[in-house]
C-alpha cells in the first residue's frame, strides 16, 4: 500500500482547493454586488461554474476511491485523530455534492439558467417553484455556507496541528515528491 496520495489524487484534491477559493471569493463578491449592476449576473454564473466543477470531480473522487485507494493513515496516529480525521474527510464528500446540488437547485427552481463558464448554458433541470427555491436555498446558504467554513477551518486547523505541533510529515502525502525532497535538502523545489 502506498504511503502517500497518487498524483491523480493530487491533482483532484488541489483542483478542488482552488475551485473552493474561487467559489467562496464569488459568492462574497456576488451577495454583495448591486442586483442590477450589469456584472452580477456574470459572477453567480462563475459561482455556479465553479461549483458544478467542484460537484464533477468529488463524483469521481468518491468513484475513484474505489479503484484508486487512499493511503492508510499512520499507525502512530491515535484513535481521536483517526476518528477526526475520517469524519471531516466524510463530511467534506457529503458538503461538496450537497452544496453544488442545492446551489444550482436554488437557482433553477428561481428560473434561471446557468452559463457554464460561457460556453454552454444548462437550463433549469427543475420547475419553477418559490418553495423549492426557499429551501434549497436555506440549505445552500444559511446551513451550508456555515458548513463549508467550519469544515475547512476544521482540515487547515489539522494541518497546522500535524505540522506545527506534531510534526509528523503526514502533510507530504498530498505534496509532490519533488516539494518533499527540496524541503528535506533545503534546495528550491525547480531551478531556473
Ligand atoms: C462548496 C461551496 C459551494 C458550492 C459548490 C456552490 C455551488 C453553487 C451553485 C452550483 C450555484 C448555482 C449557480 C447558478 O445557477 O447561478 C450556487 C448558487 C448560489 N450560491 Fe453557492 N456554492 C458554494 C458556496 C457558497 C457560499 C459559501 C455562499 C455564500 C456565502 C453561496 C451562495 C450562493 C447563492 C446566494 C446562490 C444563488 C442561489 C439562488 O439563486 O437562489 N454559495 N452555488
Not at 68 to 82: I, K, V, Y
Not at 159 to 185: D, H, S
Request: glycine share 6%; net charge positive.
Amino acid at each position: 500500500m502506498p504511503s502517500r496520495y497518487s498524483h491523480r489524487q493530487m491533482i483532484v484534491h488541489w483542483l478542488t482547493a482552488f475551485c473552493l477559493v474561487a467559489i467562496i471569493a464569488l459568492a462574497w463578491v456576488m451577495i454583495n454586488a448591486k442586483e442590477d449592476a450589469p456584472f452580477t449576473d456574470s459572477l453567480y454564473d462563475w459561482h455556479g461554474s465553479f461549483g458544478i466543477v467542484v460537484l464533477g470531480l468529488t463524483a469521481l473522487r468518491i468513484v475513484w476511491r474505489f479503484i484508486d485507494r487512499a493511503p492508510p493513515l499512520p499507525s502512530n496516529l491515535a484513535p481521536w485523530e483517526r476518528a477526526l480525521a475520517a469524519t471531516t474527510f466524510g463530511l467534506f464528500y457529503v458538503l461538496l455534492l450537497w452544496m453544488p446540488i442545492t446551489g444550482y437547485t436554488a437557482a433553477a427552481a428561481a428560473g434561471y439558467s446557468l452559463k457554464f463558464f460561457n460556453l454552454v448554458t444548462i437550463a433549469p433541470l427543475v420547475p419553477r417553484s418559490d418553495k423549492l427555491n426557499s429551501l434549497m436555498n436555506t440549505l445552500h446558504f444559511v446551513y451550508g455556507q456555515w458548513a463549508v467554513y467550519t469544515l475547512i477551518v476544521l482540515h487547515a486547523a489539522g494541518v497546522v496541528f500535524n505540522v506545527v505541533v506534531k510534526r509528523n510529515g503526514i502533510v507530504n502525502r498530498m505534496l509532490p515528491a519533488q516539494v518533499n525532497e527540496a524541503a528535506a535538502t533545503g534546495e528550491p523545489a525547480r531551478r531556473i
